[in-house]
């Protein structure tokens, strides 16, 4: 098992940064991906950027692309999700996961924190 915590989501002016964390304990070791999504009433969670936690290798959805930075504190058992030029349609719930070695989806997710941002 692995429990993810989310911190960092506020509210924000259009063009404004936010920095949002997530911290694993557990089973840490076994975690091969990690990945941030959001999800906004009515509509489906959708992937916004993840990260290979032995190499590094990162992937971002087309719409976050060059504003939005994934990276990892592998001592510290935690990821963040750098934040800039921030816009309106960015507004959500935004959660972290984690996958292990050797599975196909995400199976474990933290609370979520939301991020909204104003026009």
């Known amino acids: 098992q692995v429990q993810l915590v989310e911190s960092g989501g506020g509210m924000v002016q259009a063009g404004g940064s936010l920095r949002l964390s997530c911290a694993a304990s557990?089973?840490?070791?076994?975690?091969?991906?990690w990945g941030w999504f959001r999800q906004v009433p009515g509509k489906e969670r959708e992937f916004v950027a993840r990260?290979?936690?032995?190499?590094?290798?990162?992937d971002y959805t087309d719409s976050v692309e060059g504003r939005f930075t994934i990276s990892r504190d592998n001592a510290k058992n935690a990821i963040y999700l750098q934040m800039n030029n921030l816009k309106p349609e960015d507004t959500a719930i935004y959660s972290c996961?984690?996958?292990?070695?050797?599975?196909?989806?995400?199976?474990?997710w933290g609370q979520g924190t939301q991020v909204t941002v104003s026009s």
């Open positions: 990260i290979n936690w032995s190499s590094g290798n990162t």
């Open positions: 557990g089973r840490t070791s076994d975690i091969a991906q």
């Open positions: 996961g984690a996958r292990f070695f050797g599975a196909f989806n995400y199976d474990y």
